[in-house]
């Protein structure tokens, strides 16, 4: 089973069995940004919690994602640098961007639950 957090930043981190978490931008995000047409996609190592590892440019803006805990990153989604659209097609499946092991798990139980992520774009509508 996995399990799904939010960030402020509207990315959302599916924990998943093995202890991964793979990272993507919300419905929201992309709605936002609108058509993106660029990702930079980071390479694997170690990164702190809030280094820039991805670029997106969209036709409205241009946005960076952050690490959003300390961990090692181990894979990226290398699709989105032929096909970005994916992110706006699909932002919670082929849309991720990477996958990473945090150095304490135990964090992302304070990140938001999906009620919390909808009670946060309530509040700030």
């Given at each position: 089973?996995t399990i799904l957090r939010f960030t402020p930043e509207h990315e959302w981190l599916r924990i998943e069995a093995n202890g991964e978490v793979t990272v993507g931008i919300t419905s929201f995000a992309q709605e936002a940004l ?92």
């Open positions: 089973m609108g058509d993106v047409v660029f990702v930079q996609l980071p390479d694997t190592g170690r990164y702190e919690q809030g280094a820039e590892v991805a670029v997106l440019e969209s036709v409205k803006a241009a946005s960076t994602i952050a690490m959003p805990l300390t961990g090692e990153l181990l894979e990226v989604n290398q699709a989105l640098a032929d096909s970005p659209e994916r992110v706006n097609e699909a932002p919670m499946n082929d849309g991720w961007f990477f996958r990473f092991r945090p150095d304490n798990p135990e964090v992302l139980n304070d990140l938001m639950d999906q009620a919390g992520y909808d009670a946060f774009l309530a509040a700030n509508a």
